[in-house]
Every structure is written in structure tokens, then in C-alpha cells.
């Protein structure tokens, strides 16, 4: 991760990670079966950093936000994961048994399986198609800013929005839209609840 960190995933190689550990790129072979088993590796320690082991929290929204808030401090810290993260469903066995823990803890609290895994999914795609709008400092492009100048005569709902107060930053924008999407998973529990 280091490597990737510092030079891109594209330097990535098992000859190059041979060489920055001082071994034989052959000698990898001995710890990782093949690239594609290396760069899973490489999401499954990224996810372990972020989930906790097993969820803990008073409730599952707590869980899943906490959830959101470190995935996204962990891509952001890691912005040449990014691509990686977003193209590897990397079902190592260690993602394996954080996903199960965190279906357990939704299946206590009303969800069932299929309806859970959907949502921590939908958690995971949403924190990262956020972070890919983000630049490599935390920063996002000033949206309400490029609104500002939009003609009122033409466009008189998008000059209002943007006028109007706004809590800034990507991250109020991220924590509106994460409040959201809980709200409407509790609404599913709702619905898949036996009556």
C-alpha cells in the first residue's frame, strides 16, 4: 500500500514490490498466488482498517455511518486506491467475515439478509462515488459557487438554491445524503417487518 500510496497503482508490479522489499519477485509467489491475489489483498487491508471487528455500536445507523465516515477518511488518506477499491469486489476471506458480522448485526436489528447486504452495498458505492468527486486534499469543486453566476430569468430555482444558506464542504453534503439513506433504510426494515 505504501508503493501504491507513493508511485500509483500502475508502478505496482511483482517485480517492483520484489525489489522495494529487497527479495526476488519469484519469492512473492510464495505468499500470494498471482497479481489479482495481491491486489485483493490490497482491498481487504484497506476494509480491514475501517470495519470494526465485530460491530459493537448501540444501533445499526450509528454502525453504518461510522462505517461511511471511516471508509471515506480511508480512501481519502489512500486516493490511488480509490479506482482499485471501486473496480475489486475482493471476497477475500477476511471481507468475507466483516461482511458477515455486520449481517449479523443487521439481521438483530430487523433486516433480513438479502435486504442488509443491499445496504452495505449501498453504503460502501456511495462513499465511494463521493470520494471520487474529491480531490486529493479533501477538497470538492465549489458547486453553489459556479451556480452563482446562472441568469435568474432563466434558470430562477437553481439562482434561488444558490443563494440560499448552505452548510459547506463536501462532507455536509455527504453527511445530508448518508442521513437520507438511512432514513430509507429504516423505512425497508419497516416495510419487510411480519405484520
Partial sequence: MTLVDREGL????????????GVEAMTLYSH?????????GLVEQLFARVAPQPFTSASWQAELRDYAHSLLAALLAHPNMILLVASR???TSQNLRTMENALKMLRVAGFPPNVALDMLYAVS??????VTTISRDGA??????SLSDV??????????A???EHPTGPHSRFDFALDAM?????????AHSPR
Fill in 151 to 160: 441568469d435568474p430569468e432563466e434558470f430562477p430555482l437553481l439562482a434561488e
Fill in 10 to 21: 500502475k508502478a505496482l508490479s511483482m517485480r517492483r514490490l520484489g525489489a522495494e522489499l
Fill in 182 to 190: 438511512l432514513s430509507g433504510f429504516e423505512a425497508a426494515r419497516t
Fill in 162 to 164: 444558490a443563494r440560499a
Fill in 140 to 145: 470538492a469543486p465549489d458547486q453553489m459557487q
Fill in 89 to 91: 469486489p475482493a471476497t
Fill in 125 to 130: 458505492g456511495f462513499v465511494v462515488g463521493h
Fill in 32 to 40: 500470494v498466488s498471482s497479481k489479482d491475489a495481491l491486489l485483493d
